[in-house]
């Protein structure tokens, strides 16, 4: 902004016109669209009839127009003496005359600064936001999804709340397909008179008054609504992307951080119909081991053989857990393993829905051609879905975070403004977390604090080289990895079972002297000091100690001994679905299911009950109590209990509540959103992205 207000001085200077007023008003504006406004009349740009006006001399004529006590009609003899010039190049007539001094005046009052600013504050305070359908919109495909916006209006102070920007979001995506008209006005009425009391305040005795009030509407209506139009809705767009990405990074958040499997065999499943449904299996360590494809439903029906498989890969590779993809056919793959495998049924052998949002993304990336060349996308997509359920927070690092599903019109922000969000909010999470360094794969050592995907690889490469590091301080051996990434870096890079027990803390390297210094004093050694209870109790009351690290330092450092991995996440439990739903018209308007919320808006929060469409818990739902924002009592990954208290089969729309049963609900929200407008109408569900089908053309692989 100030880079911008130093161009404008030194133009307007160059202009020469710069006025020791206009000199002030320049250096106290407070913000870009003003500066914009005191510098748009002496723009460089093309000529308009305005210039071509002043060019001419009619300066002087729309100075009389403005302030004269005379009309325009009883000084015709006078004016025309004045202004009228046959010679080539002027004016060559009253009318002309007349002409270009209104275009002088109109355009004047277009660009008067300080009329833009007052009326912009009322276009902010009392401005509202209209859609409407345009004539063509039925040719547009799924016109109807914007049905709730054909009638629609709403306050500018209500639309730009975080928990109402959502609306705004939808709408633009109606006006960008050419479903909707949007625009964004204030009263006429009120618009004129602004510009009337701006531009000639002392109105009576005007001697061309009515003339003047034209020229204001005419400047209003051709000019600044439009201006105004388009900054309001680009700033309620910028505003409307802040609260998106705000509610998607926490969710993101919550979502990397959700509770994990760990070392544990894994096999994977990703359901299919008639291609079959892709069976691998993932060792305690991540590690693809091999795949297999299995026909349980139709054409085939092979319900035997597809168990003796299971059946034979349980016991083969001592699996205890199943992950199943929660996409097409995913309810029946999970029912079918139920049914018919004998260690779920005995409980031996846990089976749960993943949530397989982005595995198509991954596996057609760059990143999967590269870990698994030569296996087909199918394949790669089992293998993601077995490893996020292992680590969610390894294996998502891989997929633009964008393509997991836990956000509002993601595809409808600011692309750059999201990705530098989302990018920090996993920076985030992987360092708070930390990572092993003999396990970790390049993309989630890349959001390690310093390293970047280009010292990962080298890290990578060098472990595959030279096999598993023995100390952090192996590190500095890798290409590009200086002291300063070292010091960035260390503290979040563990390495268990190594030369120095510490390297496997949040401890940093630069301590270790003190912390062994320490130890010898005491008479004992750094993994007693890591492991013992009673020496880290002893290091916590030393003062001495404290007092030379600094009391910062010294409390990570005693916090570090307490819990080495300082893991926030929570052991994974999967959660049972009521037996007797298996899809929506299972679902009983009235009773309560469990489900697990899988996307949290502005409006509310998406809740997974184990069928193939997600139910609708809508804010004013979510507890007996008034909740604001949904994320103060929700975050994604939870489970909960829900009650259905509306159904819409034919939309496949799942209404839901938590309030209790004999709480006095306000009217049940309906699934395509329950607040209204001034109209009556719905306020607006945001239209679902359709979910590509990443398991087309699944081919059967021999296991290895």
């Given at each position: 902004?100030?880079?911008?207000?130093?161009?404008?001085?030194?133009?307007?200077?160059?202009?020469?016109?710069?006025?020791?007023?206009?000199?002030?008003?320049?250096?106290?504006?407070?913000?870009?669209?003003?500066?914009?406004?005191?510098?748009?009349?002496?723009?460089?740009?093309?000529?308009?009839?305005?210039?071509?006006?002043?060019?001419?001399?009619?300066?002087p004529?729309a100075?009389?127009?403005?302030?004269?006590?005379?009309?325009?009609?009883?000084?015709?003899?006078?004016?025309?003496?004045?202004?009228?010039?046959?010679?080539?190049g002027?004016?060559?007539?009253?009318?002309?005359?007349?002409?270009?001094?209104?275009d002088?005046?109109?355009?004047?009052?277009?660009?008067?600064?300080?009329?833009k600013?007052?009326?912009?504050?009322?276009?902010?305070?009392?401005?509202?936001?209209?859609?409407?359908?345009?004539?063509?919109?039925?040719?547009?495909?799924?016109?109807?999804?914007?049905?709730?916006?054909?009638?629609?209006?709403?306050?500018?102070e209500?639309?730009?709340?975080?928990?109402?920007?959502?609306?705004?979001?939808?709408?633009?995506?109606?006006?960008?397909?050419?479903?909707?008209?949007?625009?964004?006005?204030?009263?006429?009425?009120?618009?004129?008179?602004?510009?009337?009391?701006?531009?000639?305040p002392d109105?009576?005795?005007?001697?061309?008054?009515?003339?003047?009030?034209?020229?204001?509407?005419?400047?209003?209506?051709?000019?600044?609504?439009?201006?105004?139009?388009?900054?309001?809705?680009?700033?309620?767009?910028?505003?409307?992307?802040?609260?998106?990405?705000?509610?998607?990074?926490?969710?993101?958040?919550?979502?990397?951080?959700?509770?994990?499997?760990?070392?544990?065999?894994?096999?994977?499943?990703?359901?299919?119909?008639?291609?079959?449904?892709?069976v691998?299996?993932?060792?305690?360590?991540?590690?693809?081991?091999?795949?297999?494809?299995?026909?349980?439903?139709?054409?085939?029906?092979?319900?035997?053989?597809?168990?003796?498989?299971?059946?034979?890969?349980?016991?083969?590779?001592?699996?205890?857990?199943?992950?199943?993809?929660?996409?097409?056919?995913?309810?029946?793959?999970l029912?079918?393993?139920?049914?018919?495998?004998?260690?779920?049924?005995?409980?031996?052998?846990?089976?749960?829905m993943?949530?397989?949002?982005?595995?198509?993304?991954?596996?057609?990336?760059?990143?999967?051609?590269?870990?698994?060349?030569d296996?087909?996308?199918?394949?790669?997509?089992?293998?993601?879905?077995?490893?996020?359920?292992?680590?969610?927070?390894?294996?998502?690092?891989?997929?633009?975070?964008?393509?997991?599903?836990?956000?509002?019109?993601?595809?409808?922000?600011?692309?750059?403004?999201?990705?530098?969000?989302?990018?920090?909010?996993?920076?985030?999470?992987?360092?708070?977390?930390?990572?092993?360094?003999?396990?970790?794969?390049?993309?989630?050592?890349?959001?390690?604090?310093?390293?970047?995907?280009?010292?990962?690889?080298n890290?990578?490469?060098?472990?595959?080289?030279?096999?598993?590091?023995?100390?952090?301080?192996?590190?500095?051996?890798?290409?590009?990895f200086?002291?300063?990434?070292?010091?960035?870096?260390?503290?979040?890079?563990?390495?268990?079972?190594?030369?120095?027990?510490?390297?496997?803390?949040?401890?940093?390297?630069?301590q270790?002297?003190?912390?062994?210094?320490?130890?010898?004093?005491?008479?004992?050694?750094?993994k007693?000091?890591?492991?013992?209870?009673?020496?880290?109790a002893?290091?916590?009351?030393?003062?001495?100690?404290?007092e030379?690290?600094?009391?910062?330092?010294?409390?990570?450092?005693?916090?570090?001994?307490?819990?080495?991995?300082?893991?926030?996440?929570?052991?994974?439990?999967p959660?049972?679905?009521?037996?007797?739903?298996?899809?929506?018209?299972?679902?009983?308007?009235?009773?309560?299911?469990?489900?697990v919320?899988?996307?949290?808006?502005?409006?509310?929060?998406?809740?997974?009950?184990?069928?193939?469409?997600?139910?609708?818990?809508?804010v004013?739902?979510?507890?007996?109590?008034?909740?604001?924002?949904?994320?103060?009592?929700?975050?994604?990954g939870?489970?909960?209990?829900?009650?259905?208290?509306?159904?819409?089969?034919?939309?496949?729309?799942?209404s839901?509540?938590?309030?209790?049963?004999?709480?006095?609900?306000?009217?049940?929200?309906?699934?395509?959103?329950?607040?209204?407008?001034?109209?009556?109408?719905?306020?607006?569900?945001?239209?679902?992205?359709i979910?590509n089908?990443?398991?087309?053309?699944?081919?059967?692989?021999?296991?290895?």
């Amino acid at each position: 902004m100030e880079k911008r207000r130093e161009f404008i001085l030194d133009a307007i200077k160059k202009q020469e016109k710069l006025t020791p007023e206009l000199e002030k008003k320049i250096l106290a504006a407070d913000t870009l669209n003003k500066l914009e406004d005191l510098y748009a009349p002496y723009k460089s740009k093309r000529k308009t009839k305005g210039t071509i006006a002043k060019e001419k001399g009619l300066e002087p004529l729309a100075e009389f127009l403005l302030t004269s006590k005379k009309s325009f009609e009883e000084s015709v003899e006078e004016l025309k003496k004045q202004f009228v010039d046959s010679s080539e190049g002027k004016v060559k007539d009253l009318k002309e005359a007349l002409n270009g001094a209104c275009d002088i005046l109109v355009e004047n009052f277009s660009q008067d600064p300080d009329l833009k600013e007052d009326l912009r504050k009322d276009f902010w305070t009392v401005g509202k936001v209209k859609a409407s359908k345009r004539k063509d919109a039925e040719t547009i495909t799924d016109w109807d999804k914007f049905k709730d916006f054909f009638e629609f209006e709403e306050n500018v102070e209500k639309i730009k709340d975080p928990k109402n920007t959502h609306r705004f979001l939808a709408m633009r995506r109606g006006m960008n397909l050419k479903v909707l008209k949007l625009e964004v006005a204030i009263d006429q009425e009120l618009a004129y008179q602004k510009v009337e009391g701006h531009m000639f305040p002392d109105s009576e005795g005007l001697g061309n008054y009515e003339l003047l009030q034209k020229l204001a509407k005419k400047a209003y209506d051709n000019s600044i609504s439009s201006s105004l139009d388009l900054e309001l809705k680009s700033e309620l767009k910028s505003i409307a992307d802040n609260a998106a990405i705000d509610v998607f990074g926490v969710n993101l958040k919550n979502l990397l951080l959700q509770p994990y499997l760990g070392s544990k065999a894994v096999l994977g499943i990703d359901p299919g119909i008639r291609t079959g449904c892709k069976v691998v299996v993932i060792d305690d360590t991540g590690k693809y081991v091999g795949d297999h494809v299995i026909y349980p439903f139709a054409p085939k029906f092979d319900t035997q053989g597809s168990k003796v498989i299971i059946d034979k890969l349980i016991e083969a590779f001592q699996i205890k857990y199943i992950a199943i993809g929660n996409g097409t056919n995913g309810r029946e793959t999970l029912e079918f393993i139920e049914d018919n495998i004998e260690a779920v049924k005995s409980g031996d052998v846990k089976a749960a829905m993943i949530n397989e949002s982005g595995a198509s993304i991954y596996s057609a990336s760059d990143i999967a051609r590269k870990e698994f060349p030569d296996k087909d996308v199918t394949v790669r997509g089992a293998i993601s879905i077995a490893r996020r359920f292992q680590d969610p927070l390894a294996e998502l690092v891989k997929i633009d975070p964008k393509s997991i599903g836990v956000g509002q019109y993601q595809h409808d922000v600011n692309q750059v403004r999201l990705k530098k969000s989302l990018g920090a909010v996993v920076e985030d999470c992987v360092n708070f977390v930390g990572v092993d360094i003999n396990t970790a794969s390049a993309p989630l050592l890349s959001y390690i604090s310093g390293i970047g995907p280009s010292i990962a690889e080298n890290v990578v490469k060098t472990r595959e080289k030279k096999g598993v590091f023995k100390s952090r301080g192996q590190l500095l051996d890798v290409s590009r990895f200086s002291e300063k990434v070292f010091q960035q870096a260390a503290g979040f890079l563990r390495i268990y079972n190594g030369d120095n027990p510490l390297d496997g803390t949040f401890i940093h390297p630069e301590q270790y002297p003190i912390l062994e210094a320490w130890a010898k004093e005491q008479g004992t050694d750094l993994k007693s000091l890591v492991q013992d209870n009673e020496v880290i109790a002893k290091l916590e009351k030393d003062t001495a100690l404290k007092e030379k690290v600094g009391d910062l330092t010294f409390a990570d450092i005693v916090k570090s001994l307490k819990a080495p991995k300082q893991d926030p996440r929570s052991e994974f439990k999967p959660v049972e679905f009521r037996k007797d739903v298996r899809k929506i018209d299972d679902l009983k308007s009235g009773q309560w299911y469990t489900g697990v919320v899988n996307n949290i808006t502005n409006f509310g929060a998406f809740v997974d009950l184990g069928v193939k469409e997600s139910g609708l818990l809508h804010v004013s739902q979510i507890a007996d109590e008034f909740i604001e924002n949904p994320m103060d009592k929700l975050k994604v990954g939870e489970k909960l209990k829900v009650r259905v208290i509306g159904l819409d089969l034919e939309r496949k729309r799942i209404s839901l509540s938590c309030k209790s049963e004999d709480s006095a609900d306000a009217p049940m929200p309906s699934s395509s959103g329950p607040r209204k407008n001034r109209h009556g109408k719905r306020a607006p569900m945001p239209p679902k992205d359709i979910k590509n089908n990443a398991f087309a053309g699944l081919k059967g692989l021999k296991l290895k």
